[in-house]
Structures are given as C-alpha cells and as structure tokens.
C-alpha cells in the first residue's frame, strides 16, 4: 500500500529544503507556487498545521518535526508558531 505524504511534509520537503532559495527569493513565494501548483493539497495544509499546532506544545517538538521533514530555511526570528501560523494564513488566503 502507498502511503500518500501530507500536505505539511511536501510542502516542507519539497518547497522548503536546502535548495529554496535557488528558485525563490523568500519561503513565501514557495508557499504562492505550492498554492498554485497544488491546490487540493494546498487547501489542506491550514488545517494540517493547525492539528500539528495542537500536538506539538513546544518549540522544540515543531522544530524536530520540521527538520524531520526536510526544511532547508530558519525562521527569521519568529517561533515555529508564529511561523507556521503565516504559513497557515497565507495559504488559506491563496486558496480562498
């Protein structure tokens, strides 16, 4: 059986390895071409982020979570919440 990835985990692994900023100037033109190039996968990504927000308690959990699926990038001073909640929004608002 085949195990589909989550919305969370492509993005990360995918948009935000190592290599992001050889195709965009910030993660967040990422997150507009993963909109655009996958919305029904985008669509679930806030509610995904949301859920991890409500199982990972503290910093250290979201961090080890995101390195597990490959993120490439820091997060400018911001904590993974504050980080992942842009994320969120800027994906619910492109996908609106």
């Known amino acids: 059986m085949i195990m ?10 995918v948009y935000l390895d190592e290599d992001i900023f050889e195709n965009y100037a ?11 190039k996958n919305p029904e996968l985008a669509s679930k990504l ?9 199982t990972h308690d503290d910093e250290a959990s979201l961090e080890a979570l995101l390195q597990e699926f490959g993120i490439g990038i820091d997060t ?4 993974y919440r504050e980080w992942l909640t842009q994320i969120a929004d800027r994906v619910r608002a492109a996908t609106v």
């Open 46 to 54: 806030p509610a995904e982020i949301l859920s991890v927000l409500g």
């Open 76 to 79: 400018d001073g911001l904590t």
């Open 4 to 13: 589909s990835r989550s919305a969370l985990s492509t993005f990360v692994g």
């Open 26 to 36: 910030n993660e967040f033109e990422a997150v507009d071409d993963f909109a655009g």
